[in-house]
């Protein structure tokens, strides 16, 4: 968008997520830059926070010392994304289904039910079920990926219902949250889809 010669499009979105990090607004005469700059923002260096900090925990947990002196170990415990294999039922067998919505605050959150948070959560679920049975195995690396950071399904991922606009994960914490508002699983699809398109470059991740 920025790139173009033609009037921005979703000028506030764009403003926004250039003040939250620390970039000018978008004007004439720096959209081009800017919009490498974002690119460069929203790719590289999240990326490379990622690694600063994955070389840290092979530091502190031993695993350091392990991969330099028996490099042979490396493939079985850091698998290529091409040679790992993902099914849906391995993804299924991993999930920690909700029970009810989580109401998210800033500080603190709680759990509330009743009779329209257990429809939504079946109705949600179901629908998620439904993706992950009928998804490519493009497409489950790239759940899973936006799911923990890691092309690896982890023994225990849990799944949240919440009041959102589109699915969010935190990575850290091996959680999935799916907004309750999807009444047709055709648009949770569409965003779903969308969302963890972005999983190299980290949109909706924590």
Request: proline residues 5%; contains cysteine; aromatic residues 12%.
């Amino acid at each position: 968008m920025l790139e173009e010669d033609a009037e921005v499009k979703d000028f506030d979105f764009i403003h926004q997520l250039c003040l939250s990090w620390n970039l000018p607004v978008p004007n004439a005469t720096n959209r081009k830059w800017l919009a490498k700059k974002l690119l460069l923002h929203a790719v590289i260096e999240q990326t490379r926070q990622q690694i600063i900090q994955f070389g840290k925990g092979l530091k502190e947990t031993g695993l350091w010392p392990l991969l330099t002196e028996r490099r042979d170990v490396i493939p079985i415990l850091f698998p290529r994304e091409s040679e790992a294999q993902i099914t849906p039922q391995i993804i299924l067998d991993c999930i920690v289904w909700p029970t009810t919505v989580t109401v998210i605050f800033e500080d603190f959150r709680i759990e509330e039910e009743d009779d329209n948070d257990i429809t939504d959560v079946h109705r949600i679920s179901g629908y998620f079920k439904e993706f992950i049975e009928n998804a490519s195995p493009a497409e489950l690396k790239n759940l899973v990926k936006f799911w923990i950071g890691w092309e690896m399904p982890a023994t225990e991922m849990t799944v949240e219902i919440v009041e959102a606009e589109f699915p969010t994960a935190l990575t850290c914490f091996e959680r999935l949250r799916l907004p309750r508002h999807y009444r047709t699983y055709q648009r949770f699809h569409e965003d779903l889809c969308a969302c963890i398109s972005t999983s190299y470059s980290g949109f909706g991740r924590v």
